[in-house]
Structures are given as C-alpha cells and as structure tokens.
C-alpha cells in the first residue's frame, strides 16, 4: 500500500493501528465503511447475524488492505452478545478505538398496515441495537480516555417522508441518542458523531430504486439527481474516526446528494 505520509495533513487521516468495530459490516454502508477505514490503515472487527457472509467480507478486506480483519456473528438487539463482541475484539486488536453502528433495517408501509411487532423490530434493531453496542464498548474507551463512536442515522432522521414511521421514528432517536451521548462522553475524550445517509442504493432500498416512489423522492429531489453508491460514504467515516475530526462532538454529518438542502 502506497503510503501519502509526506503530502501535508495526511497523517491526520492515519488510521495505521487502530482498532474498529463496524456492526453490519459484512454489506452495503457497513461494509463500504469498513473498506474506507481499512485503506486507511484500520484493523477492523465486522459484525453480522450471518456469520459465513462476515467471515468472507473479512477474509477480502484482509487480503485486499493488508490489515487484520476479524468477524464476529451477533444480534445488536441482544446486550449480552454485544458485551461478548467488545470482550472478543478487545482481545483480538488490544484496543477499540472505533466503533460504527451501521445495523439496520426498514419496514416500510402505512402506520394502518403496519403491526406493532413491525414497528418494535425497527426499534429493536436500529435503536436498542445502536444503544446495546455503544454500551458495551464504553468501558474499553472510557478507561484509554479515547475513542470515536459513529451512528448511523438517516436523513429521514432530520425530515420526514410519508408511510416510513418505524424508519423514521427510529433514525430520529439515534439522532438524539448521538447528541445526548456525545455531552456524556465529551469529559472522556470520545466523539460521538453520526453520519445521516441519503438515498444510497444498499440492498435495503433495492425495492424502490425502479419505482415511481424511488425516481419522485430520490431521483427527483436530490441535487445530484441520482443514486448515492456506496463508497461515496467512506470519507465521512474516516474522517471522523480519525485524528481530523476530534473537534466534532454530537455532529450530524449528512451525506445525501443535496436532498436535504431542498
């Protein structure tokens, strides 16, 4: 790997020995940011519920970036297998200096088609998870007095879009989750920051890319016109695991093609 160490300021996006944890790492946004900080020197833990398709987006990043790349099978919703994901990558890299949540999912509807078992499934997954997996890294960074903690929210986290009330409501209190987070942190030199993704094409919104709904509400209303793909969100998750964003504290960084700013 070719180093840019001589270029001014590049070592500020040095993430040469450092340690992170990305939960839904295995594909789309995960995985893309799990690559982007592997390129940038970072060993990286990947957690997934599937444990063949982590083992083997670990096995190519190892081999594509050099770095130590480990998986872990694990439900974010669960605490304890959280609590065993920070045990097991402490012990595998020495350290956690970064942690990424990127598990999520989306259900999509009207409130009156949707269940109540639909709407608790979104939280579980997108806020529990999120809450779960900060709690169980918080001793490990509390005790370096460092780390970078990265959510992912949403835009749909700042704004509102019709039949996307679990999604919605979900990356809304991650938002908050963020912010509270970040002043309690802030004593301990942690950053806690999240990243509000919009339309990307993950495998999460392939059912709408072609239709009528995907073109008026992605197509349509972002600057750019189209799609996000999916490594055009790697700069914003190294930037703010590395030494270049640790003035950030309780930030929402939009990555959206312009969305929001209509």
Not at 198 to 205: A, I, Q, S
Not at 238 to 251: F, H, K
């Amino acid at each position: 790997m070719t180093s840019n160490s001589s270029l001014p300021g590049i070592k500020l996006f040095d993430l040469s020995g450092r340690a992170a944890i990305i939960t839904g790492g295995s594909k789309g946004l995960g995985l893309a940011m799990a690559e982007g900080l592997a390129s940038a020197g970072a060993n990286v833990m990947l957690v997934s519920r599937n444990a063949k398709e982590g083992a083997e987006s670990a096995a190519k990043i190892a081999e594509s970036y050099g770095v130590k790349a480990h998986s872990f099978s694990g439900d974010v919703s669960d605490l304890s297998a959280m609590e065993a994901m920070a045990k097991e990558a402490f012990e595998v890299f020495g350290r956690i200096d970064v942690l990424i949540n990127s598990a999520g999912i989306n259900i999509r509807g009207a409130i009156d088609e949707l269940t109540p078992e639909e709407f608790k499934k979104v939280m579980d997954i997108n806020v529990t998870g999120t809450w779960n997996a900060c709690r169980a890294v918080t001793p490990y960074m509390k005790k370096a007095q460092k780390g970078s903690i990265i959510n992912l929210a949403s835009t749909l986290g700042l704004v509102g879009l019709a039949n996307r009330t679990p999604y919605a409501t979900s990356k809304g209190a991650v938002v908050q989750m963020t912010r509270a987070l970040a002043l309690e942190f802030a004593p301990f030199n942690i950053t806690v920051n999240a990243i509000c993704p919009g339309p990307f094409l993950t495998e999460m919104n392939l059912p709408i890319a072609d239709t009528e709904e995907g073109k008026r509400f992605v197509v349509g209303a972002t600057a750019l016109g189209r799609w996000g793909k999916l490594e055009e969100i790697q700069g914003a998750a190294i930037y703010l695991a590395s030494d270049a964003g640790t003035y950030m504290v309780g930030s929402m960084l939009t990555v959206d093609g312009g969305w929001t700013a209509r």
